[in-house]
């Protein structure tokens, strides 16, 4: 059987292009739809159906920008309730593509409407691979809890379900899902391989090990992460036609006098995407420290409402790309007005003298060893976790206090949180460093003076303790 498979991530998901020959389909691809289109053109390929295997709540699928280009049909699960023209498919419906045959699964348990795609060799009957989408993830399973409290009872009970099905299937069969390391979507840790088999699953994922509902329940649901609030608006996007670009749609650099519009005279947020340690000199006063790495997008997304307009600090055009692609990836293109080089606005700093001039300020960034030092020597000394309220129970340091980054916005939460000691030296930390930094810009703003931890997290101040 001569068939290919081609493999793309992006935000801790995978969209993929299958081909036959000359023919091809794409299952569950991501909005910025030009790297597809890259390998469609270089091999040669009519792209005839675009499988989506469930009403994505992470992102923004990238079917109509594809479709717009290729002209493909959209193969999609018949309880999605979608208000566009496309082709629904109910378990065990199948489309002939070249020398595949698609065929639906229904898998339910991730939403209701959830749908896996197996391949087969038609000639032969055998199953060739399967796409799992949001279900059936390397070394976990998809969250139940996404569609609301009233709906995670049942869909745990469809997910537990679904896996038992998929334990019947051949041990040697690819498995390849759609969610992976870095999506909010699964129900615990993931792998960062990014494809398995049902054999190997049934060796080492607890979830896919369970034998019986109860089991299931406590293994998949005790301590799930909290999700970005950006998760609200894509199921709504998803069902309906979104709006389609030729090319990466980028917003225009600032002006001298418009910056000062901007910062001084507007409600826009001012997002700052340079390194912890570049924002801890010098930024404006109010701007969030949003690191650019692959997390930026949920970050972004946790914290401004889809309506909210921003303006982007960036070092180069560089990361402007980067940072337009995944905002674009989950609906946020527009709501940027305008991005401000970081060399232009230190020049303005230097030589604007008027009195409508931009506010500049700056803050503390400590290390480890500093903070270690800071604690032996008995300093006014407060440590305030930024992680997960579940990551904090799981492992904390004695007499620290917990404060979730998104949660900090609530000034009166944080002034509860820490009782009396905000006078004090305010040491914020995570895990690596990306949510104390944004952590201790909302600080900033809520008039606390933080001290963000720039070269680790929890785990190098236990082991500094240790010492």
């Not at 295997?53 to 280009?69: A, E, F, K």
């Not at 799981?394 to 000691?421: E, R």
Request: glycine share 8%; hydrophobic share 35%; charged share 25%.
């Amino acid at each position: 059987m001569d068939y290919d498979i081609f493999v793309t991530k992006g935000l801790g998901n995978n969209s993929y292009l299958v081909k036959s020959g000359y023919r091809a389909f794409m299952v569950d691809p991501q909005r910025d739809a030009w790297r597809f289109m890259d390998i469609i053109s270089k091999e040669e390929l009519t792209l005839e159906y675009i499988f989506e295997t469930h009403v994505h709540n992470d992102y923004i699928s990238g079917m109509h920008q594809l479709r717009d280009v290729t002209g493909s049909k959209f193969a999609l699960p018949a309880e999605g309730h979608y208000n566009f023209s496309h082709k629904a498919m109910k378990d065990g419906d199948t489309i002939r593509i070249g020398d595949l045959e698609v065929s639906a699964f229904a898998s339910p348990g991730h939403t209701y409407e959830h749908t896996s795609w197996m391949v087969k060799d038609p000639k032969v009957g055998k199953e060739l691979a399967l796409f799992t989408g949001g279900s059936l993830i390397v070394g976990s399973s998809g969250r139940t809890d996404l569609l609301g409290h009233h709906h995670h009872g049942i869909l745990t009970e469809h997910q537990f379900e679904t896996l038992e099905k998929y334990k019947q299937l051949p041990q040697s069969l690819p498995i390849l899902p759609t969610h992976g390391a870095g999506s909010f979507c699964t129900s615990s840790n993931t792998s960062v391989e990014r494809i398995t088999t049902i054999g190997r699953e049934l060796d080492s994922n607890r979830a896919f090990q369970c034998n019986n509902l109860k089991e299931f329940d406590k293994t998949v649901n005790n301590g799930l992460l909290r999700y970005p609030t950006y998760y609200k608006y894509m199921a709504g996007l998803n069902r309906n036609p979104v709006k389609t670009y030729s090319k990466l749609p980028l917003p225009l650099m600032l002006k001298p006098e418009e910056i000062k519009k901007f910062v001084n005279h507007t409600e826009t947020k001012i997002i700052d995407l340079r390194d912890r340690n570049e924002f801890a000199m010098n930024h404006l006063k109010g701007s969030y420290n949003i690191e650019l790495t692959n997390s930026f997008a949920s970050y972004y997304g946790w914290l401004l409402p889809i309506d909210a307009e921003s303006v982007l600090v960036i070092n180069n055009t560089t990361d402007l790309k980067e940072a337009m692609t995944q905002l674009l990836r989950i609906g946020y293109e527009e709501t940027v007005k305008g991005y401000i080089l970081s060399e232009d606005l230190e020049s303005l700093e230097r030589n604007d003298q008027s009195s409508d001039s931009l506010r500049f300020t700056k803050y503390k960034a400590g290390t480890t060893a500093e903070l270690l030092q800071s604690l032996k020597s008995g300093d006014s000394t407060v440590l305030i976790d930024v992680r997960d309220p579940t990551e904090f129970n799981d492992l904390k340091i004695d007499n620290s206090f917990n404060i979730f980054f998104a949660d900090i916005p609530n000034k009166d939460k944080v002034l509860n949180t820490l009782n009396g000691n905000s006078q004090k030296n305010l040491w914020v930390y995570c895990v690596s460093g990306e949510r104390s930094a944004v952590a201790a810009s909302l600080l900033e703003q809520e008039g606390f003076k933080p001290i963000p931890l720039v070269d680790g997290g929890i785990n190098t101040i236990i082991n500094g303790l240790k010492k």
